[in-house]
């Protein structure tokens, strides 16, 4: 890419931001997003028209790109710093491709703004939020196949998840740019070195727990989408995607939720939100914490010594088991009644399939790459912070796609408040069965 972006944007901090659905979805959250993450939310409508540059040196030469025209429509509820990042990729791709103009809205309640514009013609041609919303976006006939373009030369680079991420019963809707998952996040100057098994993180936890000083093992914010890594660590699981049935009373879930409980919970400050989670470690009142990319800019604030690793595999009767949190893959999705699709279509797929651009993304905002010659790049495996959290990925279980999952969110929600009433006490596996009924009560609308 051109060095102009390169020198603007290498000198700032790098900076985390959400989505999703679970975790991540562009940046910010809409009032209707039915998952249970902590994110930041713009607060404010805004219209980006991207222009045409002047010519730069480029890493694409102008014969070799296939161009679009006319104008491409793109809906998001990015943060600014994010914001600032794809206006100039696009300024690079206008000045390679000058008949298309880049145009990005801001809409803080996307998902809401797109229900009701799509159906009455009003919509973008694109929009960008995390996988987790195309089976109920593709059920309400939201979202345009683009499964002519969608080849095996187009996929091949990229890694299974993401290519997993973009269809649903059968058609392709979108196309993958980035991934992200929690990992665990451990101040150095604390924790010399990461803890490799469960084993050794417990020790740390003891050493550090003084609640009669203010002082906890860990931080580690108690909702469905955090403790997702150690629910389904031994084989459990919330939702299957392929069945579309919960899972909370399988015997292996209900093992997670007794080890978080057992193993975790006694080294915890006794309030499970985000903010009085995240800011124990800020505070170094705790010697780790878990938490997910859009994180990293308060700590880094903070200015904590801090390194990012997976969190490490449980022993059991001989056997590891890796925590499986979940992970969603932010996406470009072309909405139904799309105006511009031949133009769209070709911006995206230079965008997620070029690796400058993919790379730009990593250094700049602390994106986890999902294309494969990125993730094996030399300068992308020497950043810890992007090592790290990409190695986190690997062990993520894909946030589930069915629409039926909105049901699953409340129910597990529920099920761990239950639990928190009196967690040293709590009869775990009625509870989740308890919960496991009320959730196939709500899928069936009874």
Known sequence: MR???????????????????????????????????ATSSSSSTQTTTTTSSSASATTTSTSQMECGSGTVVIWHNMQPNELQVFQSIAEEYMAMCPNVNIKFEQKPNLEDALKAAIPAGQGPDLFIWAHDWIGKFAEAGLLEPIDNYVTDNVLKDFASMAVEAIQYKGHYYAMPFAAETVALIYNKDMVKEPPKTFDEMKAIMEKYNDPNNGKYGIAWPINAYFISAIAQAFGGY??????????????KTIEGFEFFFKNIWPYMAPTGDYNSQQSLFLEKKAPMMVNGPWSIASVKKAGINFGVT???????NGKS??????????????????????????FVKWFTTTPDVIKQLALQLGYIPV????????????????YGFGQAVQHAYLMPKSPKMGAVW????????????NPENADIPAILKKYQEEILKNMQGG
């Open 321 to 346: 088991y890796w925590p499986r949190p979940y992970g969603g893959v932010k996406l470009f999705y072309f909405a139904k009644g799309i105006k511009n699709k031949e133009a769209a279509w070709k």
């Open 371 to 386: 294309l494969k010659p990125v993730l094996n790049d030399t300068e992308i495996k020497n950043n810890p912070v992007i």
């Open 238 to 251: 919330y939702f299957n995607d392929k069945t579309e049935q919960p899972g909370l009373d399988n015997a």
């Open 3 to 37: 060095r102009g972006i390169l020198t603007l944007f290498l000198v700032g901090v790098l900076v985390f931001s959400v989505v999703a659905s679970g975790c991540i979805g562009g940046g910010g959250t809409t009032t209707t997003s039915s998952s249970p993450t």
């Open 410 to 421: 409340g129910g597990v929600g529920d099920a761990i408040n239950e639990i928190l009433k």
């Open 310 to 316: 997976p969190l490490p595999p449980i022993t059991m």
